[in-house]
């Protein structure tokens, strides 16, 4: 079977002192859950600290950003080396957030995903449509696009460093959650386009997340699906509780 993960995006929230209060709290919360994996995503000022205080723990640390080059002149920017020396595991890329605000591209995106995985960091590549491209019948046409743009030329061995968020943009952060069916439908859809890709074995290892307006009440339903292997969580990841308690049901998912 595959591991569940659930991931935390925690967009720009949260200082460097929230966030290793928070931290600290929820190492705590969560030690006992062994079977599916947990991650953390915090703005690139608390990276160092939530690294360390996770530091032999069972959480692992995203980073919400990257820059395709070791260094360089890239005033503002952060390199996969950089993140990797400070000992963070994943990177969350092409999220809809940067796609529309920073006109990230499908060509930069594959970008990104190739400098991360060349340094040995993992990749949470999020796609997904927005509402007029579903109500155009286009949910397919995008989500085929942004993976098979964000993912080209990506080996099959490079691929086991990857996790899919399929995000549908008008779930994320508006408390429409997509039903257990869209969201299956969708993902479903995704890993046969990775048999495609790859083949029937790839696919059935590769791990796809659903991430908008998860919450306790309804993660339960969305994780019985047979594709869903997990949940991207924005706003409910900000509370303790609440993601201790997202990370609680798929701990029991995964049993
Ligand atoms: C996200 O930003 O990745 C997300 C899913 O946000 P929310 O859970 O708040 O909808």
Redesign the pocket.
């Known amino acids: 079977m595959r591991r569940l993960l659930v991931a935390g ?1 925690w ?1 720009m929230n949260k200082t460097n002192r929230e966030a290793v209060s928070f931290v600290s709290e929820l190492v705590d919360k969560v030690k006992m859950f062994k079977r599916c994996e947990i991650a953390v995503c915090p703005p690139f000022t608390a990276l160092s600290e939530v690294v360390e205080i996770t530091n032999g723990s069972n959480i692992e640390v995203g980073a919400q950003n990257v820059y395709p080059a070791d260094s360089g002149a890239f005033t503002g920017e952060v390199s996969p080396l950089m993140l990797k020396d400070i000992g963070v595991d994943y990177v ?1 890329i092409g ?3 940067r796609r529309k605000y920073f006109k990230e591209t499908d060509e930069f995106v594959n970008q990104k995903v190739h400098s991360v995985v060349e340094k040995g960091l993992k990749v949470i590549l ?1 796609i997904g449509e927005t509402l007029e491209e579903r109500q155009a019948n286009k949910t397919f046409d995008v989500v085929k696009r942004e993976l098979v743009g964000g993912l080209k030329g990506i080996t099959a061995s490079q691929l086991e460093n990857i996790v899919i ?1 399929y ?1 549908p943009i008008w ?5 429409i ?1 997509a039903t257990p069916e869209q969201a299956e439908e969708v993902i479903s859809f995704i890993r046969s386009e990775i048999t495609k890709l790859y083949d029937n074995e790839v696919a059935q290892n590769f791990r796809i997340l659903y ?5 306790p009440d309804n993660f339960e339903a969305i994780v019985a699906e047979e594709d869903i292997d997990g ?7 900000l509370k303790v509780d609440s993601f201790a308690r997202l990370v609680e049901i798929a701990e029991e998912r995964q049993a």
């Open positions: 995006n967009k969350i999220h809809s957030e999020c968020a995000e779930a994320i952060g508006t408390g959650t991430g908008g307006s998860i919450k949940g991207l969580v924005g706003g409910a990841s």
